[in-house]
């Protein structure tokens, strides 16, 4: 009987201990999951919040520089220069579902002779003939010091505002309306019939590439003109809305 | 009698032990911790492929309407999308048994939009 007892009671002490033993076991293989897909979480939420960083930031840099050229008329006899100095620069940082971040570009003038860039934002992306600009990216993410994320990218964004277009029709036009004053000096009458028979094929030629050009001139002294003309592309459509851009120009004959 | 008594009094006692061990140290916990991980990846998953498809200009510079229209084409029968467009809801009802939430604050230059995502119950 006491055998018997001494028995039972080892046959259970021993079915105890397996069964503590098993489940230790599946806690321990339930960690390592738990584990292994919490790394798989933070590392879905970093790539994500890397994503939404570069959008974020990307169309924060092209919303400056439209605004800027919007705001401010380009001039004709600047224009590449004064577009080489476009600039901008934002940042963001702070904390998303646990992981915290710290996201930083910086944008400037890209010229076309670097040609061509592979790109993978959705936004971005080298187009000859329009304003384009390299922006430099860097974002770090810290998911609790488990899965640390760092990237440093370069991508091609561009501004839809047809540079080469504005570029030859301010050739055109200043040489145009140039000539057309010159070629009677003296003469206010003559001038603004040359000045008036000029300017509407000059209007048609720059419907023709998008922009809107007005124009007018004034009689400088007795044998000298000055004019101005104002070609206005309409309804750019920028990455972050339509917006007008300007390009002025101006000259003196005589 | 005494040691039948002991024996007994030392086996219960061990009983007691790893059954408090069992109930306390159990997977159940860890299971779920990793369901949640897992549910939370699925969701920034669809929310990320549902952000490249419509391009960030989409969330910048389209109406209201067609962004809500966009959450509405964008949700299935796994993952239902809402957004918050400065704050204001789409009408995209949160369905009525989910398993999961996810949501992401895009700061654009124009608005602030929330992306809410759901995942069913299945």
């Known amino acids: 009987m006491a055998r018997a007892a001494i028995a039972a009671t080892l046959t259970s002490v021993i079915l105890l201990s397996v069964l503590v033993v098993a489940d230790a076991t599946v806690v321990t293989a339930q960690d390592n999951l738990a584990a292994s897909s919490q790394l798989s979480r933070l590392e879905k939420r970093e790539l994500l919040l890397e994503q939404s960083l570069a959008g974020s930031l990307s169309l924060d840099l092209l919303g400056q520089v439209q605004t800027a050229l919007s705001s401010t008329p380009s001039e004709c006899s600047s224009l590449q220069n004064s577009l080489r100095s476009v600039s901008a620069g934002s940042s963001s940082a702070g904390d998303d579902s646990g992981v915290a971040f710290l996201a930083n570009a910086t944008a400037g003038y890209y010229p076309e002779s670097v040609g061509p860039m592979a790109d993978n934002l959705t936004i ?3 187009v000859p003939g329009v304003l384009d600009l390299r922006e430099t990216l860097s974002i770090r993410e810290d998911g609790g010091g488990v899965v640390t994320l760092a990237r440093r990218e370069t991508h091609i964004l561009n501004v839809p505002i047809h540079v080469d277009s504005a570029l030859s029709l301010c050739v055109s036009t200043q040489g145009a309306l140039g000539s057309a004053l010159a070629s009677s000096p003296c003469n206010a009458t003559l001038d603004q019939a040359a000045f008036d028979a000029t300017l509407p094929g000059l209007a048609d030629q720059a419907s023709a590439q998008g922009f809107a050009l007005t124009a007018g001139w ?10 101005w003309f104002r070609l206005v592309e309409l309804g750019v459509s920028g990455a972050t809305g339509s ?3 300007t390009v002025i120009g101006s000259g003196t004959v005589g | 009698m005494a040691s ?6 030392v086996a219960s006692g061990y009983a007691a032990v790893c059954l408090s061990l069992i109930v306390l140290v159990n997977p159940i916990a860890a299971r779920e ?3 949640g991980a897992a549910s939370s990846s699925t969701l920034d998953s669809a929310t990320l492929a549902y952000i490249e498809r419509v391009g960030f200009p ?3 510079t389209s109406p209201d309407a067609a962004l809500c229209a966009s ?6 029968s796994t993952v239902v999308f809402d957004l918050l467009l400065q704050g204001v809801p789409c009408d995209v009802a949160a369905p009525p048994h989910y398993s999961h939430y996810s949501s992401l604050t895009l700061t654009l230059p124009g608005r602030t939009v929330v992306v809410e995502a759901w995942l069913e119950r299945q």
């Open chain 1, 124 to 126: 971005s992306g080298e």
């Open chain 1, 218 to 227: 004034e009689p400088v002294g007795t044998c000298s003109a000055s004019f």
């Open chain 1, 243 to 245: 917006f007008d851009w």
């Open chain 2, 4 to 9: 039948q008594f002991i024996d007994i009094a």
């Open chain 2, 33 to 35: 911790a990793a369901v």
């Open chain 2, 58 to 60: 989409f969330f910048e």
């Open chain 2, 71 to 76: 959450a509405i084409d964008a949700s299935n």
